[in-house]
């Protein structure tokens, strides 16, 4: 491969990586630019929504010249096919990757790159995928109307499944029978020269695992509130239509089982807040070793409390002494409706920050659409997610925002979402609820 077509690769890896799309990801080993892992989260108001679809990629040595070969991870071991043009053996058939016809101009071209695959990847996982097979996009006969509407069905409850579920469950080490495996990771004394992290063997690259974690804190509500509404249209062990066009080892077989993926959902969410916890006393062995990711911490916190030291509306410490747990109390800033308030919230550090972002709680009770309602997690971006001054300017930003735009991906309180970016009227509401909450939190 030529040096031009890899600066090309590297500069298409970043632009996503530094873009603003919630919902594409890529990584790829320092050694290996040719082979790039993709995540695409599935699009809200659709049946793939908030799923996480893994893609593999690989490019030629002749790139841009041809596009790279697209395969689809997320098909349940090759048994599920989540759509017509996203097939089981994970083959993903669009025009512009030479493995669909197309017409006049839909074919690969050397201006198109990384990012545009994964859009038109995302755009095949629409409200209604059944018409992505090809024949079907102008039947109006019952037959076909109700095919549509049992193929989003089971789309919906098999990306819960297969999308959300199995590779959390999976990073957390999560067995069948409801016990958790201890990860790989551990903490260990190696060379007194060499502070770092140390794993017992290679672990395979999973650059995703992270970003699944946290953004199912986010969305949990959500994918509950789904649970909850598909409960009531399908049967326990009711089993799924086939379509016409599947078949042949080529198909999404199965029955429903929602009972089962609730139970399967809380049981992901405690261990992930034991996961948590664990980070803390993984900090406390850290600090006493004085890693280095310790010491560096706690400089951080050290240089960000300098700067504070003129903000009257942030006050941050460590908690026990424990470079990895911070708490940071908010003051409302005067003349918004968060006026008066007093707000306490945890951040819990990894101790392989960055790699492992912070998890951030707000502990007081907070009416707003970027706290969830129960565990109070909040959603936030970091301009820098390596550094911990970007995290606290984050922080503050999620709360104070009086006008963001609509994004169903950075609500994580569906009740307060639905009422801010309602009606006048239900803005009032949320207003009222929020001014309750600021009021309650001085008590």
């Given at each position: 491969m030529s040096d031009q077509a890899i600066l090309r690769i590297t500069r298409e890896i970043r632009q996503i990586q530094q873009g603003t799309d919630l919902s594409l990801a890529v990584a790829c080993e320092d050694s290996d630019i040719r082979n790039v892992k993709a995540l695409i989260v599935g699009p809200p108001e659709t049946p793939y929504e908030f799923g996480f679809f893994e893609f593999s990629i690989k490019f030629p040595k002749d790139y841009p010249a041809n596009p790279p070969h697209v395969k689809a991870m997320t098909t349940n071991g090759g048994r599920c096919r989540f759509n017509p043009n996203i097939y089981a053996t994970g083959k993903v058939c669009l025009s512009i990757l030479g493995t669909w016809r197309g017409e006049s101009g839909e074919q690969w071209s050397s201006a198109q790159g990384l990012e545009s695959i994964l859009i038109s990847i995302q755009s095949l996982m629409s409200s209604n995928p059944y018409e992505n097979e090809p024949g079907y996009e102008d039947c109006r006969d019952k037959e076909h109307r109700k095919n549509m509407e049992l193929y989003v069905t089971k789309i919906r409850h098999e990306t819960l499944r297969i999308a959300v579920?199995?590779?959390?469950?999976?990073?957390?080490?999560i067995q069948p029978d409801g016990t958790v495996v201890a990860q790989a990771d551990?903490?260990?004394s190696e060379a007194a020269d060499d502070d770092q992290l140390i794993k017992e063997e290679r672990a395979?690259?999973?650059p995703f695992n992270d970003l699944r974690k946290r953004r199912f804190l986010w969305y949990y509500d959500s994918y509950m509130q789904a649970i909850d509404k598909a409960e009531e249209e399908v049967g326990v062990k009711e089993r799924f239509t086939e379509m016409p066009f599947e078949g042949h080892g080529n198909s999404m077989e199965g029955h429903f089982d929602y009972p089962e993926l609730k139970k399967r959902m809380q049981f992901i969410r405690q261990t992930i807040a034991a996961e948590t916890q664990r980070w803390a006393l993984e900090g406390l062995a850290a600090k006493e070793q004085e890693v280095g990711i310790a010491v560096n911490l706690q400089r951080q916190h050290e240089q960000i409390v300098e700067d504070l030291k003129k903000n009257f509306t942030i006050d941050l410490s460590i908690v026990d002494g424990n470079p990895?747990?911070?708490?940071?109390t908010y003051f409302g800033k005067p003349m918004t409706h968060l006026d008066g308030g007093v707000f306490k919230i945890k951040i819990s550090l990894s101790p392989r920050f960055p790699d492992e972002q912070p998890r951030v709680f707000v502990r007081t009770p907070l009416f707003h659409h970027r706290v969830s309602k129960d565990d109070g997690i909040l959603c936030y971006f970091a301009r820098?997610?390596?550094e911990m001054r970007y995290h606290i300017e984050g922080?503050?930003?999620a709360l104070e925002e009086e006008s963001p735009p609509y994004d169903p991906r950075t609500t994580v309180h569906p009740e307060a979402s639905k009422l801010f970016w309602g009606s006048a009227e239900d803005r009032k509401k949320y207003n009222r609820a929020l001014r309750r909450s600021v009021e309650n939190s001085v008590e």
């Open positions: 579920i199995q590779p959390l469950e999976d990073s957390l080490g551990e903490w260990a395979p690259f999973e990895f747990l911070w708490e940071l820098r997610p390596d922080i503050v930003d």
